[in-house]
């Protein structure tokens, strides 16, 4: 096992390599640059401002500076937001997205295992198609759509909930439920799909025929193999939460990750977005090796693997 | 919303996260929204005529020939450390923004100041090159210009004038390096009505009164916290709630229905700017007059401010505002789609053309100017049977689109910098950053040279008259309509009042709590 | 992604290769209650995307500045938009817009994917692993990300959104196919076509290609709607389709913010919206269903 991790974490290396210098050079060739606004800048003091940030040398020395900057930890000062380091904006950022992403993690978990467990339990029934259909909306609805939705009915017409912000408890709720909501949807289906496969193996029927209680053979024995869809899904659904939905942070006005990179690509705001660009792929790729472990001790069949 | 009113805490909609606090660097209005906050210059301004009266200087003598302008510092200014805010300050201060690594995007602001171009622009160091800007002593500052400029008082409420606190910016070594961490709150020092107490990126920038401004007692707010919320919609949802006491804008679509539901909650205020169409007057078609004049005049601007932008805005049928600095232009841009259509059929046929070839129109992503965008490509078409094809970008493309010239027909707005026509028209003088049009006209130069060096105000108007003629006889440009400035504000809010630059000095400024429900 | 990637992995392991398997497939979907109305309706937007601007008098650009906001009636059947254009030819044209990015950026990703993954899969060997470390490696890249990056940097363009769409989507196409392809490679009749010494080529194209087309039809049909969807996610961001023209996407998010003045802007487009991407899940997992006679027996 501590091999495997090892070489995954080795093979992670080129690949950051690889996001990194795709980046670069794609942020680079686009029109437009951080100091460019409406008042026009005299090209004189343009060309300082470059200077002054090193955007004025060839870029392949930039990118070998920002490459050795990079291994010493030092992702750079952000352009858009003076004064502050790519890393502390990153740090303040991430724990935002983390926040909102656990949260709509466990809504959508609560939601979408038991209806999966009950629509997979009573297949066909009434039950089955009403939480199959709703969890197809679920999944159909945009979140912009839905966001904007909460809002209104919660927030301008019950006036129950704050429409936006991320100062309080009560602020979480609706984005988290706007996000969890559609995970929730995702996650029922797997759920029901999974536990199907699993009633009809062959040890499900042995247990079943030796009398063990419905409830028992459910919790005990189909449970296990049926999540493990579930958990497959949740390694990248979870990096994607986590990472911060930036449609669900610019509605709530949130201040996640997801905002801050899609302003800075906006902005051109060149470290900002390969700032985020790396932490994103760093977590996607130890989610991934954290599902591939979970999956390994839940599945004895892949550990072969 | 009672407990902010008993707090006296203001929420304001910034609309955008301030790229620098910098007085010096500073380049927004959401920056000035807040610096203004922080930091006060040699004059304030009366907030409700934009006048400037004391500030920092409590008096001061302007020369006969209008040169050289006497500043007396107040005794009791301090910086909000509690040292006083000297001559000296004020001279550091623009032998910063003027020192070229820094790189000051504004720095321009100070080139009316003798001889700042020369320590600017050719290098020259400060004490050679003799800038007009001497300390007499630690309370009187002297500064001499090159021109009699009958708006520099004004000027001096622009940003890049405001004064910064010497040793900070020494101690983060600011002088001449953007990007330092001087301006975070704990490090900020100012000298305004109030001190910078928190800042959350992306989510809240947050002021608290500064006991030891000179004039705390006029302050009647204890805070000011600012939210950076760039999408109108979420503004206004914000403010529905009772989270905001004002928003930066209101969504086009949305004016008509608050304005029949909640008439006083949106405010209408004139606002120091044009919106307009830039044309390419170097490529065909638009490189013939007659066309550029043509889509002037199938272009109903009554119809277009009362049926799409809705939001009381004035058609503008010349380019100054009226009424600019007491300017106000002849209107010499109509409405009469006959002329344009016979304006239209003589060029087909001088050209041999069946009909105009199809023409892309440019605009920055916005709901605002997509709707304006549509709405002229329906006039035009109908008008002048022209096609045009609607291709919105991304801002950063569009600006770099607009700088390269690659466009034939683009939208564009001015926002003046300060209250004088000169802010509007020398943006069409030759070769100017701004132009963009490929216009160029030597006449139009020559007048606005004679401008500058004319104190007599009605003289000066008239060489402005003579260029706005100009503008209308050439065309370079499709002026839309003048800026307006529509918001959303609490009836909470006091002393607060509409301004050409949307100006509003916070000191002024009250919450009480009032009969009217939101 | 993965999901999809687990329905169609249940299918690989039983795939059939008679011609009788699509005759007992269509049976079994119009069997399906559930799917066999997804197919009609489908089948229905379609032609209604199709033809329907083409037949309707109103074009979806004209404006009528003197009736804006004007609530569904007899002259506007869903009513009318912020320059009084008229909403139903609006979801028309949008759906029009919404489908072809869908189906074709769901080609781009069907080509790419099915070729990479035949390759793959056929070689075997040492090529086999380094082609789907590359795929491995590609996983863990944040492509939505790039997508949006894309889109930003270099502007709308309809070329590139495909190719930027299918470019994130062929990566399960290709692992399916591939795992696919190599349980084939050692099907009896693979083998005994080596022997007969047919070529690499006709062996790919002949019998290696057909044996593909269910798993690939069903991912295809799920790939559909998840590209609509990332489609609309641009529109939200400003980086959809260009004006005057519309998507179901754009559609919805302009309603979606006048949703409390004229509630039909975000009805009418989101049900269109919503029911079709509906229907096309259910019709995926209908022929998931239906071609692979395991799961349907139960």
């Known amino acids: 096992m501590v091999k495997f991790i090892l070489v995954r974490i080795l093979q992670a290396i080129p690949t950051l390599f690889l996001i990194a210098t795709l980046t670069f050079f794609m942020t680079r060739m686009a029109p437009g640059g951080p100091f460019d606004s409406e008042k026009n800048i005299p090209d004189e003091i343009k060309e300082k401002l470059e200077a002054h940030f090193g955007l004025d040398k060839p870029l392949h020395e930039q990118f070998i500076l920002y490459i050795n900057n990079l291994l010493q930890g030092d992702l750079g000062p952000s352009f858009k937001y003076m004064g502050w380091d790519v890393s502390e904006l990153i740090a303040k950022a991430f724990p935002v997205s983390a926040q909102l992403g656990i949260l709509s993690l466990c809504i959508a978990l609560l939601m979408g295992l038991p209806a999966g467990i009950i629509a997979a339990l009573r297949k066909n029934s009434s039950y089955d198609y009403f939480l199959m259909i709703s969890a197809m909306l679920g999944i159909c609805l945009p979140t912009f759509v839905l966001g904007p939705l909460l809002i209104l009915i919660f927030s301008s017409w019950l006036g129950w909930l704050p429409p936006l912000g991320w100062y309080s408890f009560s602020d979480m709720i609706l984005p988290s439920l706007t996000l969890g909501l559609f995970y929730a949807a995702y996650i029922a289906r797997l759920t029901r799909a999974g536990m199907l496969e699993t009633l009809n193996q062959d040890y499900i029927r042995t247990a079943r025929a030796k009398g063990a209680s419905p409830i028992r053979v459910v919790l005990c024995h189909a449970l296990k193999g049926g999540l493990l869809p579930v958990v497959t899904f949740l390694g990248p659904a979870f990096a994607g939460l986590i990472s911060g939905s930036f449609i669900i942070e610019s509605i709530f006005f949130i201040p996640g990750l997801g905002r801050f990179f899609v302003t800075a690509a906006f902005n051109r705001d060149y470290t900002m977005v390969l700032g985020t660009v790396l932490f994103y792929a760093c977590l996607i790729i130890i989610l991934n090796l954290v599902v591939d472990i979970i999956q390994a001790s839940l599945d004895p069949k892949s550990r072969g693997r | ?518 | 992604m993965s999901i999809e990637n687990t329905k169609v992995q249940n299918l690989i392991s039983s795939s059939t290769k008679s011609s009788s398997l699509w005759r007992d497939a269509w049976i079994r979907l119009r069997a399906n209650r559930l799917a066999a109305l997804s197919l009609f309706f489908f089948v229905l937007v379609s032609i209604l995307t199709i033809i329907g601007p083409e037949i309707i008098s109103t074009s979806y650009d004209e404006q009528d500045l003197n009736n804006t906001f004007a609530a569904p009636g007899s002259t506007h059947l869903f009513g009318t938009d912020n320059l009084g254009r008229d909403l139903f030819a609006r979801v028309l044209h949008g759906g029009r817009i919404s489908l072809a990015v869908g189906f074709l950026a769901t080609a781009v990703s069907l080509i790419i994917g099915v070729a990479y993954g035949m390759t793959s899969g056929y070689l075997g060997g040492k090529m086999d692993a380094l082609m789907m470390r590359i795929v491995d490696i590609l996983y863990s890249l944040p492509f939505t990300i790039f997508v949006i990056l894309l889109m930003v940097l270099f502007g709308r363009n309809f070329v590139l959104l495909f190719i930027a769409i299918g470019a994130v989507e062929w990566l399960t196409m290709a692992r399916i196919t591939r795992g696919q392809t190599l349980s084939l490679k050692q099907a009896e009749f693979i083998e005994s076509a080596r022997a007969l010494g047919y070529s690499h080529k006709r062996i790919l194209f002949r019998h290696i290609l057909p044996n593909l087309i269910g798993p690939v039809i069903v991912y295809a049909t799920l790939t559909v709607p998840a590209v609509m969807l990332l489609e609309a996610v641009l529109s939200f961001l400003g980086l959809g389709v260009q004006a005057p023209m519309s998507s179901w996407g754009s559609l919805i998010k302009e309603g979606s913010e006048k949703m409390d003045i004229a509630p039909w802007l975000i009805f009418f487009p989101g049900l269109f919206f919503s029911l079709t991407l509906l229907a096309l899940n259910f019709l995926g997992d209908g022929l998931r269903d239906a071609l692979d006679p395991k799961s349907a027996k139960d």
């Open chain 2, 1 to 518: 919303m009672e407990k902010a009113i008993d707090e006296k805490i203001l929420h304001f909609g910034l609309g955008s996260e301030p790229q620098y606090l910098d007085p010096h660097l500073a380049n927004s209005v959401s920056a000035h929204n807040v610096i203004i906050a922080l930091i006060e210059g040699l004059v304030s301004e009366d907030p409700e005529t934009l006048k400037p009266i004391p500030g920092v200087a409590e008096k001061w003598e302007v020369s006969e020939d209008g040169l050289v302008y006497t500043f007396h510092l107040r005794k009791n200014a301090k910086w909000s450390n509690g040292d006083p805010v000297t001559a000296q300050d004020f001279v550091f201060s623009y032998k910063r923004i003027l020192n070229p690594e820094l790189a000051s995007q504004y720095a321009s602001m100070l080139h009316g100041l003798k001889n700042a171009r020369k320590y600017h622009e050719e290098g020259i160091p400060w004490d050679e090159a003799k800038v007009g800007a001497i300390a007499i002593d630690k309370h009187t500052l002297q500064l001499t210009l090159e021109n009699p400029t009958p708006y520099f008082l004004e000027l001096l409420n622009h940003y890049s004038w405001f004064p910064a606190h010497p040793p900070t910016i020494k101690k983060f070594d600011a002088f001449g390096k953007q990007g330092t961490a001087w301006t975070r709150p704990g490090n900020y020092i100012g000298n305004g009505p109030f001190v910078l107490s928190d800042h959350k990126v992306n989510s809240v920038i947050e002021v608290k009164k500064n006991p030891l401004y000179w004039d705390s007692n006029t302050v009647s707010l204890e805070g000011i916290r600012f939210y950076p919320i760039e999408s109108a919609d979420t503004e206004e949802r914000a403010f529905r709630s009772g989270f905001l006491h004002l928003t930066q804008t209101v969504s086009p679509d949305r004016i008509d229905f608050l304005k029949t539901n909640h008439p006083n909650l949106i405010h209408f205020e004139s606002y120091l700017g044009t919106y307009f169409y830039r044309f390419n007057v170097e490529e065909p078609p638009f490189d013939d007059v007659r066309v550029r004049l043509a889509f002037n005049l199938a272009t109903d601007r009554q119809a277009i401010v009362e049926k799409v932008t809705k939001g009381g805005q004035l058609p503008a049928l010349c380019f100054t505002p009226p009424g600019t600095g007491g300017f106000s232009p002849t209107s010499r841009f109509r409405f009469d789609p006959q002329k344009a259509q016979s304006l239209i059929q003589e060029y087909l046929e001088e050209k041999g053309l069946k009909s105009l070839p199809k023409i892309e129109l440019k605009y920055n992503t916005s709901e605002g100017h997509k709707k304006v965008a549509e709405a002229l490509q329906g006039m035009w078409k109908s008008h002048l049977g022209a096609e045009i094809q609607l291709l919105n970008m991304e801002w950063k493309v569009f600006l770099s689109t607009i700088a390269k010239r690659d466009f034939s027909l683009a939208r564009a707005g001015w926002i003046g910098d300060y209250v004088d026509a000169n802010t509007f028209l020398h943006m069409w003088r030759t070769g100017d950053g701004h132009n963009n049009t490929g216009w160029s006209n030597s006449r139009y130069d020559e007048l606005l040279e004679l401008a500058a060096q004319e104190s007599d105000t009605k003289k000066r108007f008239s060489y402005f008259e003579e260029c706005e003629k100009l503008i209308a006889e050439n065309a370079p440009i499709l002026p839309i309509y003048f800026y307006v400035h529509v918001t959303l504000r609490s009836p909470t809010v006091k002393g607060w009042y509409p301004t050409l630059l949307d100006h509003h000095p916070y000191k002024y400024v009250r919450l009480e709590k009032s009969e009217e429900n939101n």
